[in-house]
């Protein structure tokens, strides 16, 4: 009879400042992400009969489905932003502050922090180069008719 599942997962990092600027030392973006990681792979081992899995085409196609989508989805929100999307950029380096926080090198997180202070002229919610950047990686299986 036939159907259709859709899957989505995470795809790059979220960015809310372009990648030519740099807190601290250089090549913070990199380490930030690589502690982002590190959290992940340390948070999903922890989860009960946690084990690495396959790619998604090739459980999709496992499961019977043939694969019809797989393609990253991006939005990317230009300067300058509204209040709401600002507030978005602070939420999301705040969440990523705090869950990376035991993985991140302290140096990192402190050069963050003014990005984080709403009343810092460095701040996120009022840097005037800042945007958001998310994807997601959309994948689409159909049951063979």
């Not at 960015?15 to 792979?41: K, Q, T």
């Not at 997180?109 to 945007?131: K, N, Q």
Request: glycine share 6%; aromatic share 6%; charged share 25%.
């Amino acid at each position: 009879s036939g159907g259709l599942l859709a899957l989505v997962e995470f795809g790059d990092p979220i960015r809310v400042l372009p990648p030519e600027v740099d807190l601290g030392r250089p090549g913070i973006w990199d380490r930030l992400d690589a502690a982002w990681s590190s959290w992940f792979a340390a948070m999903r081992a922890e989860l009960p009969g946690a084990v690495d899995s396959d790619p998604y085409p090739d459980m999709l196609a496992a499961a019977g489905f043939d694969v019809v989508v797989d393609e990253m989805l991006t939005l990317q929100l230009d300067p300058p932003l509204t209040e709401p999307a600002r507030q978005f950029a602070r939420r999301q380096l705040t969440r990523a502050g705090t869950q990376i926080a035991r993985h991140a090198d302290p140096a990192d997180l402190a050069a963050i922090e003014p990005l984080l202070a709403e009343g810092s002229p460095d701040s996120i919610v009022r840097r005037p180069d800042t945007f958001i950047r998310a994807s997601r990686h959309l994948y689409i299986g159909r049951v063979p008719a």
